[in-house]
T-cell receptor
Framework: DQQVKQNSPSLSVQEGRISILNCDYTNSMFDYFLWYKKYPAEGPTFLIS?????DKNEDGRFTVFLNKSAKHLSLHIVPSQPGDSAVYFCAASGGSTGGGADGLTFGKGTHLIIQP | NAGVMQNPRHLVRRRGQEARLRCSPMKGHSHVYWYRQLPEEGLKFMVYLQKENIIDESGMPKERFSAEFPKEGPSILRIQQVVRGDSAAYFCASSSTATRNTIYFGEGSWLTVV
């Protein structure tokens, strides 16, 4: 039972264009969402997060949008750069506050390829 | 670098041996998590620990796997009598109460069972 789904295993985008990575979730208790970026043979790196009280959070070239009614979030990267080529994981948590008593539920990831 | 430190980075074990993976959380973090990534799969939660306490081990296999986070020293993920299916990347992450559910990962430990 996958509670966090990233339906596109891979995505190819031209350098300079916008990359849009999508994520759907099923658990209505989730109230905090994160995106991580992962290069091969390295650990995931935290990118950006959003609380369910917001519908948008922006940090430089990265913007995360949350649509609670559709249980959908997306990560926009603009403009896309070669160094953005990596696997992007969507993650969600819910319930209690504090130091992460819930743990995070991850999607399977989307491999983003930025073409020159 | 005060990041999450994992060792060893790479570990090769024969079937039936024991594997021990270590994790030192980021400075100031008291929450430790272990995740596993199997080939072609996403990150699967295994266990969440605080000092001397296992908070949530719902993702741990029922047998052969154990984890601890002692009062002093790193967190240890222990796999007894390893089998080929245990070959995976094991990631440790840590967080503090202040960072809520934003957890920060180490570089990972790659276990290969031959």
């Amino acid at each position: 039972d996958q509670q966090v789904k990233q339906n596109s295993p891979s995505l190819s985008v031209q350098e300079g264009r916008i990359s849009i990575l999508n994520c759907d979730y099923t658990n209505s208790m989730f109230d905090y969402f994160l995106w991580y970026k992962k290069y091969p043979a390295e650990g995931p790196t935290f990118l950006i997060s959003i609380s369910s009280i917001k519908d948008k959070n922006e940090d430089g070239r990265f913007t995360v949008f949350l649509n609670k009614s559709a249980k959908h979030l997306s990560l926009h990267i603009v403009p896309s750069q070669p160094g953005d080529s990596a696997v992007y994981f969507c993650a969600a948590s819910g319930g209690s506050t504090g130091g992460g008593a819930d743990g995070l539920t991850f999607g399977k990831g989307t491999h983003l390829i930025i073409q020159p | 670098n005060a990041g999450v430190m994992q060792n060893p980075r790479h570990l090769v074990r024969r079937r039936g041996q024991e594997a021990r993976l270590r994790c030192s959380p980021m400075k100031g973090h008291s929450h430790v998590y272990w995740y596993r990534q199997l080939p072609e799969e996403g990150l699967k939660f295994m266990v969440y620990l605080q000092k001397e306490n296992i908070i949530d081990e719902s993702g741990m296999p029922k047998e052969r796997f154990s984890a601890e986070f002692p009062k002093e020293g790193p967190s240890i993920l222990r796999i007894q009598q390893v089998v080929r299916g245990d070959s995976a990347a094991y990631f440790c992450a840590s967080s503090s109460t202040a960072t809520r559910n934003t957890i920060y990962f180490g570089e990972g430990s790659w276990l290969t069972v031959v």
